[in-house]
Every structure is written in C-alpha cells, then in structure tokens.
C-alpha cells in the first residue's frame, strides 16, 4: 500500500495597513500549525511619535521655537489635545495618537510635518521625516542644499551652551530668519534708538566678497591651517565689535566678523577663531584687521 504525503502548505499574507505602520512578508506555516502570524509585534526601538495633521512625527529631542503668544504660553489656547496612547512600540495612525504616555497633552501645529507636543513642561520639537528646522523656519529637505543638511546635524549634535554660541544662518534660512527677527533697541545718549545690525548693514554680495576673503586667509596667507571647515558671520552681540582701536572703529557697513573653525583647529580639538575683515570706506578694499580666539 503506498503511503500519502501531506506536503506544507506555504501561505502567504498581504497586510494592507494605514497610517505610518511598516509591514513584511509573512512567515511560511505548516497545515500542523496553523497559527496565524502575529501582524503587530512592537518594535521597542522606535522613537517618540505623534500622528498629527496626516502625518507622524517624531521626536526631535529639542525644545520647540514658538512665536509670541502661541500654544498657550501666554494663556492662548493650543491647536488641540493629544487623545490616545498606542504601545511604546508602534507607530500610531489615527490623528491625535502618541506612542509615549502623553495622553491630552496640548499640541501646537507649527507648519505641514511640524507639531510642538507639551512634554515635561515645555513644548517639545516633532517634525516628519521630509522636514528640517532651523530657529523656528520649517523647509522640506529636498529645498535645503546637502552642505546645509550635513550642518544642521552637526549643529544639533552639539550641547545647547555651544548652539548658543554660534550665530551662523544657513543661506537658505537667512532671509526668512533676518524678517521675522524684529530690530533690537538700544539706549543712547540721544533717547532710544534701533540698534544696527553689523550683519544686516552688508549686502549677500558684501558677505559673499568678506567671505572669500576670510577663507583666503587661513587657506592661503596661512597655508598651515589647512583651510576652513566651518565658516559663519556674527551679529552685533559679539564683543569683539567693541575692541577699542580695532573694530569698534568701523561702523556698521564696513566690517564684520567671522567665526571660523579650520581643518587644522577641528582635528586637534580647538574652538572656532574670529577674524574681522574691515574697510575704511565703501570705495576701499576690504582687508583682514584682527584674527583671534
């Protein structure tokens, strides 16, 4: 009598789902076990995520830059309430759901792929994976240049105290960052004034020109620093405007100052050096007054 052979049976699943959920093939079973797959395993390793306005977000790790009088800082009421928790690890996908213990905690829509969630006592930074951001101006990455992607993770790698330190405005975010920062003022003799800003007092092609000329220097005029790695301008809060009998003889116009980090100050460790590029009039040249830490 022959005997009968009862091969597996091979079944295969396809999991429609929605939202930010990630699925993969289905493991193969045996008619002896039939037991269907589990299609929800958590994934402990996933971020803090929220699904809001169509979209997850995820946790940037950073407070959120909040204009004056948004999401209740001053008693405004926020854009609305976070309403459900999903397990630690998965990814929601029903709007209002988080997958963190942050249920009706008040949220801020700041801009398509970027939320501000009330964690801890202040509002925290949410953004979508297409989205970066810079001093509260929100763009999709395939707007931002590499270089300016590759420098924003850099800067936000670094401890808040050195952020702070920096005053260096991406290009693609200089413009809508010089409009929404409103002119400082400062007491004279005279009676209150607008303070002037050194950045702001040079044309893109001025900055361009002192630029060149800055990278000139620890490239060329001294070739033993190996060139720039890093290069930003700063703005009137840095002291060294106010060296007497060097750059505070130079009004706004006709110096700034950069700070730069060179190949060789990167590779031994060493902080950024300022050099002002400085010019007596706008028909003369401009030329390298001072280089320091």
């Known amino acids: 009598m022959k005997k009968r052979y009862l091969f597996p049976l091979v079944a295969v699943l396809a999991i429609l789902t929605?939202?930010?959920?990630?699925s993969g093939p289905a493991p193969s079973v045996s008619t002896e076990?039939?037991?269907?797959?589990?299609?929800?395993?958590?994934?402990?390793?996933?971020?803090?995520?929220?699904?809001?306005?169509g979209a997850c977000l995820t946790s940037a790790g950073r407070p959120a830059v909040l204009d004056r009088?948004?999401?209740?800082?001053?008693?405004?009421?926020?854009?609305?309430?976070?309403s459900a928790q999903?397990?630690?690890g998965e990814l929601p996908s029903t709007e209002g759901e988080a997958n963190f213990a942050c249920e009706d905690a008040p949220y801020v829509l700041l801009a398509d792929g970027a939320a501000a969630v009330w964690i801890d006592g202040t509002y925290q930074l949410f953004l979508s994976d297409d989205v970066v951001e810079y001093a509260g101006i929100y763009k999709q990455k395939k707007d931002v240049s590499e270089?300016?992607?590759?420098?924003?993770?850099?800067?936000?790698?670094?401890?808040?105290?050195?952020?702070?330190?920096?005053?260096?405005?991406?290009?693609?975010?200089?413009?809508?960052?010089?409009?929404?920062?409103s002119v400082q003022e400062t007491s004279r003799e005279t009676g209150d004034q607008p303070a002037v800003?050194?950045?702001?007092?040079?044309?893109?092609?001025?900055?361009?020109?002192?630029?060149?000329?800055?990278m000139h220097y620890f490239t060329e005029v001294d070739p033993s620093?190996?060139?720039?790695?890093?290069?930003y301008p700063v703005d009137a809060e840095d002291g060294n405007y106010q060296n007497a009998g060097l750059e505070s003889e130079y009004p706004p116009g006709n110096i700034i100052?950069?700070?730069?980090?060179?190949?060789?100050?990167?590779?031994?460790?060493?902080?950024?050096?300022?050099?002002?590029?400085?010019r007596n009039s706008k028909s003369d040249p401009w030329k390298v007054i001072n280089s320091t830490y």
Do not use: H
């Not at 300016?148 to 960052?177: G, H, I, N």
């Open 18 to 22: 929605g939202g930010c959920s990630v």
């Open 33 to 53: 076990e039939a037991v269907l797959p589990n299609t929800s395993v958590p994934n402990p390793a996933l971020p803090q995520t929220v699904y809001l306005n």
């Open 69 to 82: 009088g948004t999401g209740g800082e001053d008693g405004s009421a926020p854009d609305g309430f976070l």
């Open 86 to 88: 999903v397990p630690a």
């Open 147 to 181: 270089d300016t992607l590759q420098w924003l993770d850099f800067y936000y790698s670094l401890p808040e105290s050195d952020r702070l330190a920096l005053s260096m405005v991406p290009s693609e975010f200089s413009q809508e960052l010089r409009s929404a920062v």
């Open 197 to 214: 800003s050194y950045l702001d007092a040079l044309t893109e092609s001025e900055l361009s020109e002192t630029e060149a000329l800055a």
């Open 225 to 231: 620093f190996e060139g720039v790695d890093q290069i």
């Open 257 to 278: 100052i950069y700070k730069v980090l060179t190949v060789k100050d990167r590779r031994d460790g060493s902080p950024f050096r300022s050099i002002s590029i400085g």
